[in-house]
């Protein structure tokens, strides 16, 4: 369990759901054992946020385990959505643990959000990797495509393929280099919106336990007061490609970056 | 009781099912692999067919489940009033009252087709 996620389903206004997949990760695999250890760097965290003045397990969270995950990217994907959708109906924020970033479309398509707001050093525009249109790399370019979302806002993003910047220039698109990101503020009316955390927005320096490590990235602070400042606008969040290939840091900068979506989502409502 | 029950792999989308105790129909099915332990699991979604919310149910795939027997039966309108039709069933000659969907233009003497479950009646 979560460190803190102690409220039971039927009461949670934030439903945890890890998602350990990890198949068409490209480079350095271990994504299966990213919730986990997510949870496990959790452990240390102090109960109480003084920046809001609010107690973790006060904020009803759930944590509904892990949907194990098998070698089908599609079916996974529409056997998550539907955890992530009964979440949506209970009036409840789905929280996803990665697994490698295909998890996404799950939480996109059981949140239908109109905006899709991603921390990510890649622009993950291709249409395929490799051959495969699930791959993780393509996790931008199937929210905008196939799952009807309006807009995309790519931050910390600092490569890709000529296709993908090219993808990049279109009006549903705007890439907010690392340079830029702390200056970016969130610019949204009634829109729904959707918040991933890729791991690798950040500074391999940051967070080395993930797949495809880019150097030039964002510092944890950025990344923090990204989550915090798209959080009250956001229906669904994510964070994703975290492995076991490091000390933690990856974890607990991710575990981290939950909670303060939970704090800063929480305090708004009040 | 207008119903019988059945293995959650033998539901499909079309179909019907109970979810908390109201007959639903099912528009979405899928499924889980099963791994070393546990079973596979199959999630229904599906929307009742007399209040329209939509409901889920998450089970092994030899879970058992209740599955309704609705009728679907033809009618005659005999008159409109409002929001409400007066129907004849074809069959029975009975007359009762229905309301009429949002996206029906009904007239007195069109045939109609209903669904019928335990007293309750829908226009389709």
Redesign the interface.
């Known amino acids: 369990m979560f460190p803190g996620a102690i409220a039971d389903r039927e009461v949670a206004d934030y439903v945890i759901v890890g998602a350990p997949l990890d198949i068409s990760t490209s480079f350095q695999p271990g994504t299966r054992f990213g919730p986990n250890r997510i949870r496990r760097f959790a452990e240390s965290f102090d109960d109480y946020d003084r920046r809001t003045d609010q107690f973790f397990t006060d904020l009803r969270v759930h944590d509904a385990g892990d949907i194990r995950a098998w070698d089908d990217a599609p079916e996974y994907s529409e056997w998550l959505a539907g955890s992530v959708r009964d979440a949506v109906w209970d009036d409840a924020v789905p929280l996803i643990l990665g697994g490698e970033h295909t998890v996404t479309a799950a939480g996109v398509t059981g949140v239908e959000p109109d905006v899709f707001v991603c921390l990510d050093a890649h622009l993950d525009l291709r249409r395929e990797y490799d051959g495969n249109e699930w791959s993780h790399a393509t996790i931008t370019r199937r929210v905008l495509d196939k799952l009807d979302v309006d807009e995309a806002i790519i931050l910390g993003a600092r490569t890709g393929s000529p296709e993908e910047w090219e993808r990049a220039e279109s009006d549903d698109v705007t890439v907010v280099e690392p340079e830029a990101v702390a200056d970016w503020n969130p610019d949204f009316d009634d829109e729904s919106v959707y918040l991933s955390a890729d791991i690798d927005a950040a500074d391999p320096a940051f967070a080395p336990g993930t797949g495809t490590k880019e150097p030039f990235g964002l510092t944890s602070r950025e990344m923090r007061d990204v989550v915090r400042a798209v959080a009250p606008y956001t229906d669904g969040f994510d964070v994703v490609e975290v492995n076991d290939r490091d000390d933690g840091q990856a974890a607990s900068l991710a575990a981290k970056l939950l909670r303060e979506f939970v704090f800063s989502h929480a305090a708004t409502d009040d | 009781m207008a119903k019988e029950q059945k293995q959650v792999r033998e539901l499909q989308e079309g179909s019907y099912v109970m979810m908390e105790e109201k007959p639903c129909k099912i528009y ?1 099915y ?4 099963p ?1 070393k332990h ?1 079973s596979a699991k199959a ?1 229904v ?1 599906a929307r009742g067919v007399f209040d329209d919310k ?1 409901r ?1 149910l ?1 089970q092994p795939v030899d879970a058992k489940v209740w599955v309704p027997i609705i009728e679907r039966k033809q009618g005659q309108v005999v008159s409109v009033t409002g929001e409400d039709a007066q129907i004849m069933d074809l069959e029975t000659y009975q007359t009762f009252t229905m309301l009429i969907p949002d996206d029906e233009d009904l007239n007195p003497e069109d045939e109609i087709e209903y669904l019928e479950y335990e007293g309750q009646r829908k226009i389709v």
């Open positions: 979405a899928s499924t889980a692999k791994g546990g999630r979604e939509k889920s998450s």
